[in-house]
């Protein structure tokens, strides 16, 4: 009776895979600063063709190219690639380039670079979005060799700080024979920013780059930099507590805080984000949805009926800034203080919609003078479902005023669709940070042009048309004094809020992690430090502290990290592997010491 | 084993492909939610960029002008450019493919040949407490989702064993050389390893043991015993000859769960291959690859069967004569 014999051979063979995999590994490698995405992965390596603007691809193309502004701590700019600027008039920009960035293949960096990357951004019109950043540029020459002027089409006061902070500067002896530029690999990036490109893994992998020590504004403190993707925040937390990352983000979802807070070595940071989440009234005169929505004093009502506070706990576990305006609270002076969200108050509400005519029916639900019921539907696109249970909250107070309402979970793309035929009623989706740097984004899809009748499509999803508004958002582009815009700007904000175009909800805060004992340098300022545009401020600050070494034998850390699991403290790998194979040999054994007896074999 | 039998699974081969194919392309172009007005929605790209990309994709054109250029292409090997990336898909998919295989393989032929071990010793000594306990565990592990296994695993491997969480390969602390990065990449496969492993055994041990006790039953088992074989040879060369029957369909079928198991396995620990690219590809609706990623599973799956049909007279010529 041999096959017993067999398993226990076979079972002794497949051990020696762990037993192998448990040998530690020692090799001294170079000062390596494991960052941990578990946003979008990176799509692609051409800066030329990035879209996922929440993809790792920004976090990436911004550590290998420059650009000629960059975004700091607290997102304003700060010279880059330029190292100083100025409007010459209100349509002329003039840029002074730094004289000493060089391309990573040693080339130097001048002023006919910055000129071929405008003018391709200007020619490619099919690059889906560097192509927004030059949608205002007439043309752009060299003046001199450091020196570019810039032409704008129309007055705009924000090119230099919103624009420029993302549009990549491409060197002109490698591009310049590229033909299809969404298509082209650039397998090889070359750019004049302070990391180099080592490797890909492909899609949904991982990047490896190199410190640049020719870098203009000087070398990093870090030898290596390594972007790994991870499908799951679950599997991020466990990676930074055991020391396989050294940094984990960009959006930890607030119940894996306890976890990362009890684990030492490892700091959390919670920074607000560059979005907000909000609930939308379909208002478009010529919708499809309920009609009873474009009337403002429903949509008023409404808000009233809305409780930001209970739903922040309920959709964030509390780990968000309530929102009261339609820009985010990172963009400080942007938002105007004095706009406070209508106040939960469900027998105001009622008392508004009586006064306005909607009389509660037979049925417990209200309706307008020619019987549209006050009936919606509330919709939470998949991708945000967590949304759902803020959705569920909503309709039940509203229940209590009389309206009938109906949370559901739509698929992202049919949502999008929906929204492009205006057939929605009411929903709760995010506005983040999107291709442009900065706080007008959030002002930009109330703009009547964005109202657009189906099948085509803009940005608008409330239907909001005002020409005062419109005006108003003309004014503040081409605004030069910060004063005067950020007055044009609050007025905005308080259109939007007398018409309750919208009722903004809460600006989720960005949870990272950082292993303190490895690595310090944390930057300030009121950005998340992982961010698509400001990552760079974190990678050029932060510094290995020499003490701590950086081999893999993680053995230690994850001893000193066992506080809220069960494991008894002082049982070493060894010990359990050692043990593991003492038992798996003795059941082997058992069972080869009941086959020697000549058993009856078990035919009928 | 005669050519009529083969060629008659050779059309049968074909015909399905070719369902497959159609099917394919029918389904992504069925389900709601064009993909550009999402990424429209979400990066607030202008009506003419939708437009150009819709036109570079073809989906503008009539659907049978682009049901004729998919058939057209995927027979030549253009899968199409994928959305998010605007790779072409093939380039995508080859190297997750190679990773997939890499895990599914030695999962496959790990929790195979265990399955059928412990199976044997399992119906051989049925009722024991080995019998019992055996049963009992790997049925436990089959119904056991196997995310959560995963997940149970990942906290248990990386907290005890200090065995790394995610990816394929390390990028400190990995010793020089091709032993090095062996190590590294073994130490990296561990976990899903024995995810997809303690799925998959449950089938092959039950299986095994249900056909080899239904072998005992039969007659030319008393006849062999009678005869004076000895155990060992009743049990492989005729026991197990006869058995292992069942377990080659059960393989080739399995070979399509399998993908669904890995989908599972490869977004819980990262693991770049096949389930991860489509665990993406769903996220980002991106239907070429998608539609690429299915084809391939299907048609793996396919001549996986028409293998185990070929095989089957191999091993039974009584299956042929029909």
Known sequence: ??????????????????????????????????????????????????????????????????????????????????????????????????????????????????????????????????????????????????????????????????????????????????????????????????????????????????????????????????????????????????????????????????????????????????????????????????????????????????????????????????????????????????????????????????????????????????????????????????????????????????????????????????????????????????????????LSMFKSTEAQPAPNGGLSDSGFMNSTYDQLFQQQQVATDPTQRQAIMWQMQQILHDNAVYVPLYDPLAVQALRTDRFTGLPGGALPPLNQYASNNLFLSITPISSSPQVQSTQSSIQENMTTTAAPAGLGTDTLVGLAAVIIIVIVAAAALKMRKKSTPKVQ | MNAEYFARKLVGLGVTVFLVLTFNFYLFRVLPGNPFALLFRGAGLSANAVQSLNSQFGLDKPLWVQYTLYLKNTIAGNFGLSFETRAPVVDLIVPALINTAILLSVASVISIVAGILIGMLAAWHRGSGFDVGASAATLVLYSMPTFWLGLVLMVIGVLYFSLPVAGMKSFTGVSPGTLGEFVDLMRHMILPLLTLVLGLIGQYVLVMKGALLDVFTEDFMITARAKGISNRKLLWDHGFRNAVLPMVALVALNLGQSIGGAVQTETVFSWPGMGLLIYRAILARDYPVLQGAFLIVTVTVIVANFIADILYPMLDPRVSEQ
């Open chain 1, 1 to 442: 009776m041999k096959s017993s014999l067999y398993l226990a051979i076979f079972l002794l063979l497949t051990i020696s895979i762990p037993v192998l995999s448990l040998a530690p590994a020692k090799a001294q490698t170079p000062v390596t600063f494991t960052v941990g995405w578990g946003a979008a992965p990176m799509d692609t390596l051409n800066p030329t063709a990035v879209t996922l603007y929440d993809g790792g691809a920004y976090v990436v193309m911004h550590a290998i190219y420059d650009t000629l502004v960059r975004s700091d701590v607290n997102g304003d700019p700060i010279p880059d690639l330029a190292q100083s600027w100025s409007y010459s008039n209100s349509t002329t920009v003039v840029l002074n380039l730094v004289h000493n960035a060089t391309w990573h293949d040693g080339q130097p960096f001048t002023s006919d670079d910055v000129v071929y990357t405008v003018n391709t951004y200007l020619a490619h019109t099919e690059l889906p979005i560097m192509r927004l950043y030059v949608q205002n540029v007439k043309s752009i020459t060299a003046t001199d060799q450091y020196t570019v002027q810039i032409n704008l089409i129309n007055p705009d006061a924000t090119f230099i700080a919103e624009l420029l902070p993302a549009m990549y500067i491409i060197p002109k002896h490698i591009w310049q024979n590229v033909s299809n530029f969404t298509s082209y690999a650039n397998s090889n990036p070359v750019g004049t920013g302070p990391f180099k490109f080592v490797s890909w893994g492909g899609v949904n992998t991982y990047v490896q780059l190199a410190a640049n020590p020719d870098y203009f504004l000087g070398k990093p403190h870090i030898d290596q930099l390594v972007l790994r993707y991870f499908t799951s925040y679950n599997a991020m937390a466990l990676a930074i507590q055991s020391g396989e990352i050294d940094y984990a983000g960009p959006l930890f979802p607030p119940a894996i805080v306890p976890t990362l807070t009890s684990a030492n070595g490892v700091e959390v940071v919670t920074r607000p984000d560059q979005r907000y989440y909000y609930f939308c009234f379909n208002g478009y005169a010529q919708g499809a949805g309920n009609p009873t929505l474009r009337d403002v004093r429903v949509r008023i009502a409404l808000s009233h009926a809305i409780n930001n506070t209970e739903l922040a706990l309920v959709a964030w576990g509390g780990y968000a800034t309530l929102q009261n305006t339609v820009i985010p609270l990172t963009f400080a002076k942007w938002v105007n203080p004095n706009i406070k969200s209508y106040d939960y108050n469900l027998t105001e509400a009622a008392q508004i919609l009586d006064n306005a005519g909607y009389k509660v029916g037979s049925d417990g639900i209200r309706a307008s003078p020619n019987g549209t019921k006050l009936s919606f539907k509330i919709e939470v696109p998949s991708d945000y479902s967590e949304e759902y249970r803020a959705a569920q909250v909503i309709a039940n107070a509203w229940k209590q005023i009389g309206v009938d309402a109906t949370p559901q979970i739509t698929d992202t793309g049919t949502l999008g669709n929906e929204v492009v035929a205006w057939k929605h009623d009411t929903f709760i989706w995010v506005w983040s940070l999107g291709e442009v740097v900065g706080p007008d984004y959030f």
